[in-house]
């Protein structure tokens, strides 16, 4: 790409700006507030001992896996929402929405049965200490409770930032984790006369978080006459043609959270068998890196409600054109996401009360990601942003999946548990697969074969 199409490429019209800013400035927030609210309370269980960061990291798994689940599902069915968006068709994008809520309900069937009812089963995949594991046991049994309100606020939220309505999803997560860090203050340490819990008080603060994260997105959906404030019988679809198309298109992005967060817990599992020091220190790296990429979802975020409805309104050299908008604009902030978690996390490192060399282990992983950023970045904008929006889940799932399970998997495997090198090296192996998710990604945009409009199956009426 020549440098005056870059630079052409970053020289937004005002109609573009505009959009994308009313998108990405309540996304930044939204994540900003989490990510800082996350850092510090990663820093309060750090401080409590190694043991509890470890237990904490590892049951976080299984929430880490729900998530990834549900944003399967609320990314499929964003697809459909914002291309309907593009059209303007309400009744398509409500009936959308019935879709997940139902859908949502099988997946909390099973993760609320592993978090309350098998909870040992899960501590032991994931830690060898036994005094890690009756923590992480402690950890699972009360945070499941707070999965259903998990759910339903992440459909919520989807759909309203779909429809370019994204105000009160702001107002609920900066509610919601501020409310958490406090209660994580007092419960985790006792203080003002509450009971100190260390890492049962960490999980009782984060249900009661989700609980009013829930309760802001449903009442302030109706109080903004979001498409979220609907009726029940307006949830139920009227064409099973689209209902098929629907499960059709969502299944297979489920598919691909499931294969992509499977391979990622993986690596988790790698981790545990490798030992505590090295489970906390990936702990500790990972929420500077959390961070660091807040900017990074804002992008693909708007990205794909931008994409999606080009798509849907039927303006395919729009789309095209969004999404090198989007691809540029993501390789300059991640160079700079790069510095910032590098930064971050060398001034917050000694506010954790770990070793030396848990320490020492995280700054090289937060090193390792950042030279990566800029690869997973473009993945990220690739797959998330461009293709699913454009309706092209299936090769999605091809690029998302088989580089991590044919490579990444197997060589973390290798040199974490055979060959027995320092987790650099690990963390390296993870994230070369990312390099090939590009390059695939890429060739796939340039054939242009990933534009399918989803708008038009016909309603019954």
């Known amino acids: 790409m020549k440098l005056n199409r870059i630079r052409a490429l970053l020289d937004w019209d005002p109609p573009f700006r505009r959009q994308f800013f009313n998108l990405a400035i309540p996304i930044i927030v939204q994540s900003l507030v989490a990510s800082s609210m996350h850092l510090l309370d990663n820093i309060m269980i750090g401080r409590v001992g190694e043991m509890e960061m470890a237990a904490v990291t590892q049951a976080n798994r299984l929430t880490f896996l729900l998530n990834l689940a549900l944003f399967g599902l609320t990314s499929g069915s964003a697809a459909f929402a914002s291309q309907a968006w593009g059209k303007r068709d309400v009744p398509r994008?409500?009936?959308?929405?019935?879709?997940?809520?139902?859908?949502?309900?099988?997946?909390?069937?099973?993760?609320?049965?592993?978090?309350?009812?098998?909870?040992?089963?899960?501590?032991?995949?994931?830690?060898?200490?036994?005094?890690?594991?009756?923590?992480?046991?402690?950890?699972?049994?009360?945070?499941?409770?707070?999965?259903?309100?998990?759910?339903?606020?992440?459909?919520?939220?989807?759909?309203?930032?779909?429809?370019?309505?994204?105000?009160?999803?702001?107002?609920?997560?900066?509610?919601?984790?501020?409310?958490?860090?406090?209660?994580?203050?007092?419960?985790?340490?006792?203080?003002?006369?509450?009971?100190?819990?260390?890492?049962?008080?960490?999980?009782?603060?984060?249900?009661?978080?989700?609980?009013?994260?829930?309760?802001?997105?449903?009442?302030?959906?109706?109080?903004?006459?979001?498409?979220?404030?609907?009726?029940?019988?307006?949830?139920?679809?009227?064409?099973?043609?689209?209902?098929?198309?629907?499960?059709?298109?969502?299944?297979?992005?489920?598919?691909?959270?499931?294969?992509?967060?499977?391979?990622?817990?993986?690596?988790?599992?790698?981790?545990?068998?490798?030992?505590?020091?090295?489970?906390a220190a990936v702990g500790i790296a990972s929420t500077f890196e959390q961070f660091s990429v807040v900017a990074l979802r804002a992008i693909t975020g708007a990205c794909a409600v931008m994409v999606g409805g080009r798509v849907g309104a039927g303006e395919k050299s729009g789309a095209r054109e969004t999404s090198l908008r989007m691809i540029v604009a993501a390789i300059v902030i991640a160079i700079a996401s790069g510095f910032i978690i590098i930064m971050v996390g060398n001034i917050l490192m000694n506010f954790y009360n770990v070793s030396e060399a848990t320490k020492a282990n995280a700054r090289v992983i937060m090193i390792t990601i950042a030279c990566f950023m800029p690869f997973n970045a473009l993945a990220s904008i690739l797959i998330v942003g461009i293709l699913r929006s454009g309706g092209d889940a299936a090769y999605s799932l091809l690029i998302d999946t088989v580089p991590l399970w044919i490579i990444a998997v197997p060589l973390a495997a290798i040199t974490g548990l055979v060959l027995h090198l320092p987790i650099s090296f690990v963390i390296v192996c993870n994230q070369i697969e990312t390099v090939i998710k590009v390059a695939l990604g890429f060739w796939r945009f340039q054939s242009g074969r990933w534009i399918h409009d989803l708008t038009q199956t016909p309603q019954i009426e």
Not at 144 to 158: D, K, R, T
Request: proline fraction near 3%; include cysteine; hydrophobic fraction near 55%.
């Open 93 to 279: 994008i409500q009936q959308t929405m019935g879709m997940a809520l139902c859908m949502s309900c099988l997946f909390l069937m099973l993760f609320i049965t592993l978090a309350i009812g098998f909870p040992h089963l899960v501590a032991r995949a994931m830690l060898t200490d036994p005094a890690a594991r009756e923590s992480a046991v402690s950890y699972l049994r009360i945070i499941g409770v707070g999965y259903i309100f998990l759910a339903l606020s992440n459909i919520l939220e989807s759909f309203q930032k779909s429809t370019e309505q994204t105000r009160v999803p702001m107002i609920a997560g900066v509610v919601a984790i501020s409310i958490n860090t406090i209660l994580n203050f007092l419960l985790i340490f006792g203080m003002f006369g509450f009971p100190k819990m260390g890492v049962r008080g960490a999980a009782i603060a984060t249900v009661i978080a989700l609980a009013i994260e829930c309760a802001i997105n449903l009442i302030g959906g109706y109080a903004a006459h979001s498409v979220t404030a609907v009726r029940p019988r307006a949830l139920i679809p009227n064409s099973w043609r689209f209902a098929w198309q629907y499960l059709q298109v969502v299944s297979v992005v489920i598919l691909n959270e499931f294969m992509w967060s499977l391979g990622v817990t993986m690596f988790s599992v790698i981790y545990g068998r490798m030992g505590e020091q090295v489970v």
